[in-house]
């Protein structure tokens, strides 16, 4: 899927927007006559400024498959575009998504944005698998040591402070014969 357009500022832009809006299909016929900002939208994509702030838009109206609503998902700010809006030449702004749902903007066939629309979005189309509860918090009596001591715990009456950590065992075979026990006797011996 490809969204592709030219736009020219003639007058260095304080305010204002040149975007798309991809119409949702509504049960309505759509009519250019009540077409509004307020009209539902599945896509609207493209470049907005206002005062020092400017971004290119790309918002996806999501509508939740549990719940029936529809919410805006917006992508992250763009980068490396500023320029567009002063310089009073024409510009090719482009907006690619794949078919694995992702997406890649360009200006001027450069890339600017590029993201997952599951993942790369905000709020995010697929939600975190752990969600933050701000009500949650610690006992107070939440101990933070690592190694909570027994005081129960006692070593058993055999216990043997000087024996060995690790004990040889006399009845163990090797059972290769013939094993080299290193690489260098190996290689000696082939040549």
Request: glycine fraction near 4%; charged fraction near 30%; proline fraction near 5%.
């Amino acid at each position: 899927f490809v969204v592709q357009y030219e736009v020219k500022y003639q007058d260095t832009m304080e305010c204002g927007g040149s975007y798309l809006k991809l119409v949702a299909e509504t049960e309505e016929e759509f009519s250019t006559d009540t077409f509004n900002d307020k009209t539902l939208y599945s896509i609207m994509f493209g470049p907005d400024k206002c005062g020092l702030e400017s971004r290119i838009h790309f918002i996806v109206n999501y509508k939740n498959p549990v719940t029936g609503s529809v919410e805006e998902k917006h992508a992250k700010a763009s980068s490396n575009f500023k320029e567009i809006f002063g310089d009073n030449k024409s510009h090719l702004i482009t907006l690619v998504v794949d078919y694995d749902g992702s997406f890649e903007i360009f200006v001027d066939q450069n890339s600017v944005n590029k993201g997952s629309l599951l993942t790369d979005m905000s709020p995010a189309i697929n939600p975190s698998s752990e969600i933050d509860d701000p009500s949650d918090s610690r006992p107070a009596d939440w101990d933070d040591k690592e190694k909570i001591p027994d005081p129960m715990a006692t070593k058993p009456e055999d216990w043997d402070e000087d024996a060995p950590k690790f004990i040889e065992d006399e009845d163990a075979t090797k059972q290769m014969t013939g094993w080299k026990m290193s690489l260098s006797t190996y290689l000696t011996q082939r040549q």
